[in-house]
């Protein structure tokens, strides 16, 4: 069954350091997310991302995050200038369709320690 | 603004017994309804989902949802609780009509199950 991958598992970075986080999207799926998890908080939504463009970002998502879909397989987000803040468990999901009513596949997280 | 509450951050059942994780949405139109299960170092797995048509959704591993609109309520259930159901359990909504897909969560609900 096709699922959605991201790497690394587990990140580890300085404060002030740029990381980049890796997707690789269901690979008939037209529509990317990422998602946050704080430990011990609700899994927030971050950014959407269709046809090349974000359709909705959050207000967490402010000038130190960007994505990017590089090569027609790869989803990355990243940031720029990590703060403590920013550790938490990032999770990629795409969809065929938006709207809402179609299933959001999610991959297995990328772990995001910043000291 | 949506939000959806999760009453109960820990349940604990013995195994055979049932299984009723709470849910409750605020929303000015009834949105699109998800269950999502997280087993340990393990994305998010749809469990099942309501978008229209018959209220009582069924979804994997024995588990069910009913949209109570009366009471903005997706409650889930199963009937008999297995040891391998222990996991988080993650309640969330998406806006009717949405372009961009983006899913709000609860809290989540940690499930454990005795012998």
């Known amino acids: 069954e096709p699922e959605v991958t991201q790497t690394p598992s587990h990140q580890v970075t300085q404060m002030g350091q740029e990381v980049i986080l890796r997707c690789v999207p269901i690979s008939n799926h037209l529509y990317f997310y990422w998602y946050r998890q704080i430990l011990g908080q609700k899994v927030e939504f971050l950014v959407s991302?269709?046809?090349?463009?974000?359709?909705?970002k959050s207000e967490i998502f402010d000038d130190q995050f960007s994505v990017e879909r590089p090569d027609g397989s790869n989803f990355t987000l990243k940031i720029r200038s990590t703060k403590l803040e920013d550790s938490a468990m990032y999770f990629c999901?795409?969809?065929?369709?938006?709207?809402?009513?179609?299933?959001?596949?999610f991959g297995p997280g990328t772990r995001l320690t910043v000291l | 603004a949506q939000s959806v509450t999760q009453l109960g951050s820990h349940v604990s059942v013995s195994e055979g017994a049932l299984v009723l994780l709470r849910c409750n949405y605020s929303?000015?139109?009834?949105?699109?309804l998800f269950w999502y299960v997280q087993y340990p170092n393990q994305g998010l797995q749809l469990l099942l989902k309501?978008?229209?048509?018959?209220?009582l959704v069924k979804g994997i591993n024995g588990f069910e949802a009913e949209f109570k609109k009366s009471e903005t309520s997706f409650h889930l259930t199963k009937p008999s609780a297995h040891m391998s159901d222990a996991a988080e359990y993650f309640c969330a909504v998406s806006e009717v009509p949405s372009n961009t897909g983006k899913l709000i969560f609860g809290q989540g609900t940690t499930l454990q199950v005795k012998p």
């Open positions: 929303s000015s139109v009834p949105p699109y």
């Open positions: 309501y978008t229209t048509g018959a209220t």
């Open positions: 991302f269709y046809n090349n463009e974000i359709s909705e």
């Open positions: 999901a795409s969809s065929v369709i938006a709207g809402g009513r179609d299933t959001q596949y």
